[in-house]
């Protein structure tokens, strides 16, 4: 069974996720590390974030208020051919409005956010917010990968799991995230030679903070996010918004 969008669906009665403000902080990422040189530390300004992943029935909400980005009416240079794949038709999600939309593009997951007035994180945002600033890296990494282990579920659960220190939750463990980053690491140039989007769009994703070279959480993150195109979609890749805070 599927769940209906009527046509005041996204006027009325829709409750977004709600926002936590992220503190400032220093973060050392994986980014940019040159053999035997730890990476740069980058100072980050508070910020606010997405308490859960964007679910389906936000997602019904958006492209009903936007018909471009409808199942049947997104440009394909937005989109391939799986968007929003497990939608039998424009106007109709999967049986669990409650669960993370998926099957998105970067280009849909950032015309999403805009229209809340907010955007995706950057990868070192996201990242200080899974590991709640590094202090919980080597938790996270061990809970990356024992869901590196799991299939994808068909139909995957809710969002609204445990939140971490920073009040943050699904983090780890539900869906990869989109995450809006203009730096360009770890890419080939044969990926990135059709010249469609930016060598910069990175998908954020398990989790683990990637400084030490036997992390192989971090490594396959990156792996992940080198394979990718903005137009990509799949059935465990989603994403949330975020928003800059003034100091």
């Not at 024992?146 to 995957?156: C, D």
Request: aromatic share 12%; net charge neutral.
């Amino acid at each position: 069974m599927s769940f209906f969008a009527s046509p005041l669906f996204g006027l009325v009665g829709l409750l977004l996720p709600a926002m936590v403000e992220i503190p400032a902080g220093d973060y050392q990422p994986f980014l940019n590390q040159a053999p035997g040189i730890a990476s740069p530390v980058v100072p980050l300004t508070r910020f606010s974030l997405d308490e859960r992943p964007v679910t389906q029935r936000d997602f019904l909400a958006f492209v009903t208020a936007h018909p471009q980005w409808r199942k049947s009416k997104v440009k394909r240079v937005f989109a391939e051919t799986g968007y929003l794949k497990n939608w039998p038709d424009d106007l109709h999600g999967p049986a669990s409005p409650r669960s993370p939309v998926t099957f998105v593009s970067w280009f849909a997951a950032n015309a999403y956010c805009k229209a809340q007035g907010a955007r995706l994180p950057t990868t070192d945002q996201w990242e200080y917010a899974a590991t709640v600033g590094g202090r919980a890296s080597a938790e996270v990494s061990a809970r990356t990968l024992a869901w590196y282990g799991k299939p994808t579920q068909t139909l995957l659960p809710d969002v609204g799991g445990a939140v971490n220190a920073f009040g943050v939750a699904d983090m780890i463990g539900l869906v990869w995230e989109w995450t809006l980053d203009f730096s360009s690491v770890m890419i080939s140039d044969d990926q990135r030679s059709g010249g469609e989007g930016s060598p910069g769009l990175y998908c954020g994703g398990g989790g683990a903070s990637g400084r030490d070279p036997s992390d192989y959480a971090s490594f396959m993150r990156f792996a992940f996010r080198s394979s990718l195109t903005p137009t990509f979609t799949i059935a465990n890749l989603g994403f949330r918004c975020a928003r800059s805070v003034s100091p």
